[in-house]
């Protein structure tokens, strides 16, 4: 199973849109460097499927990667089927799911001016394990522990 990162997304803040950077650093234990989500927890990366964005548009709403707060935007692997312990090498790092979806809090920037948000649903949050430089255009790939390519055992 392989996708393709689409857009790097970093913000400044908690709880609004972030900006496509096209490139950035995954830092072990963190998140991505400079991203106001970074630290020491289990959602340090949040993932989304270029699929979810574009089902939004579709109902009308103007919305591009990172306007639901997610910092990989990716193409070609469905995120929302790995389950949680699942490895994925994205550009020179590796990160471990740790969460499907999650519920929007309240007053959320993203939810007020799109008025739905698909990261309940399709979004999935990792802790970076091995650290590395991630770019638009980097493969996403299933590994196992070793690093090596490795399967999904279904949900």
């Known amino acids: 199973m392989e ?4 857009a790097v997304c970093r913000s400044d803040e908690k709880g609004t ?45 103007d919305v591009g990667p990172g306007d639901f707060a997610e910092n990989l935007t990716v193409e070609g692997l469905d995120l929302s089927s790995l389950p949680v312990g699942t490895r994925l090498r994205v550009g020179e790092a590796v990160i471990e799911v740790t969460q499907i979806g999650k519920d929007c809090h ?15 649903r399709e979004g999935i949050f990792a802790k970076v394990v091995a650290g590395g430089r991630v770019n638009n255009g980097d493969p996403v790939v299933v590994v196992g522990e070793n690093g090596l390519p490795g399967k999904v055992e279904p949900r």
């Open 3 to 6: 996708g393709r990162i689409v």
């Open 17 to 61: 849109r972030k900006r496509d950077i096209g490139s950035g650093v995954l830092v072990e234990g963190f998140g991505l460097e400079g991203d106001a989500h970074g630290g020491g927890w289990h959602r340090q990366v949040s993932l989304l499927s270029l699929d979810g964005i574009e089902e939004m548009r579709r109902l009308g709403l």
């Open 106 to 120: 309240v007053g959320c920037d993203i939810f007020r001016k799109v008025g739905r948000c698909i990261m309940p």
